[in-house]
């Protein structure tokens, strides 16, 4: 036992998270995410759409550290709209959501004023952006008929990534892979959840979408190159920010855009590699 806890207190000291907290929450949120999606949609949707306002939040909260405005009440209303627009209206939804949003931003950026005015307009569109719009792709994939295949496609997905890259990264990493941004990521991890993500991909798309394993390896390349994207996009911003972790909701995740970085940027490549199946597989 002694032998196990010096191991976890290494893994915990060079990874910089609790390795059982992070597992233990992890377990938490696929069990909610499968349970919903299989009987009950709609509780799905609203669980996303709550985390999602949680993200938004921790942004709001962070924006103020570098003096960007956003009201958060005003883009939680104009967010829910876009995701209720998408889950109930699907692509056209988000289309028009989107752009009417954006739209309003500006609008209420306007009213207050021309002092700070690219600063909070920019900062606004972003926020609603990321992590608003892209969340959509998550909606849209849970929408359709096969909504809990795709969405088990897209967590195993993401799982896979995360947990070996993280894994690798501990163990054996060594080469940063973007020093300037995200110190503790390495080309090591990126080849390891890569590998894994790839197996994991191409298994579930086999199994359960009755495509052929060489194409869950594809979507799985391009998931992962789009996680890492999340990934550096996110730690970019904590970084210009002075910040560890967006928040401290999750234990061993930190905020809940810690925990949603990778998947909002997979989600639009899912649905994406999706839609060319629908139309030329």
Not at 166 to 191: D, N
């Amino acid at each position: 036992m002694s032998d196990l806890h010096s191991i976890n207190e290494a893994i915990n000291k060079r990874a910089g998270r609790s390795l059982i907290s992070s597992i233990l929450v992890g377990l938490g949120l696929l069990a909610i995410i499968f349970s919903t999606m299989a009987y009950i949609p709609f509780l799905f949707a609203v669980f996303v759409l709550t985390a999602i306002l949680l993200a938004l939040r921790e942004m709001s909260i962070a924006f103020k550290s570098r003096l960007i405005n956003i009201d958060f009440k005003q883009h939680a209303l104009l967010t829910t709209g876009v995701i209720g627009s998408t889950w109930f209206a699907g692509l056209p939804g988000l289309a028009v959501s989107i752009v009417l949003s954006v739209i309003a931003v500006l609008f209420l950026a306007l009213l207050r004023g021309t002092s700070g005015f690219i600063t909070n307009a920019t900062g606004g569109i972003f926020a609603l952006i990321y992590p608003g719009f892209l969340s959509g792709f998550i909606f849209l994939l849970a929408r359709s008929g096969d909504g809990f295949e795709y969405i088990v496609a897209l967590v195993i997905l993401v799982g896979c990534n995360d947990t070996f890259a993280y894994l690798t990264g501990v163990l054996i990493g060594k080469h940063p892979l973007a020093p300037k941004i995200s110190p503790k990521k390495s080309w090591e991890g990126f080849v390891g959840g890569l590998i894994f993500a790839a197996i994991g991909s191409a298994l579930t798309f086999y199994y359960l979408l009755d495509q052929e394993p060489i194409i869950g390896a594809l979507a799985a390349i391009c998931g992962v190159l789009a996680a890492t994207i999340g990934d550096l996009v996110e730690s970019a911003i904590k970084r210009d920010l002075a910040l560890k972790d967006m928040g401290k909701l999750l234990p061993g995740h930190g905020g809940m855009l810690d925990r949603l970085d990778s998947v909002l940027f997979v989600a639009p490549i899912m649905w994406c590699m999706i839609e060319l199946l629908k139309r030329f597989g």
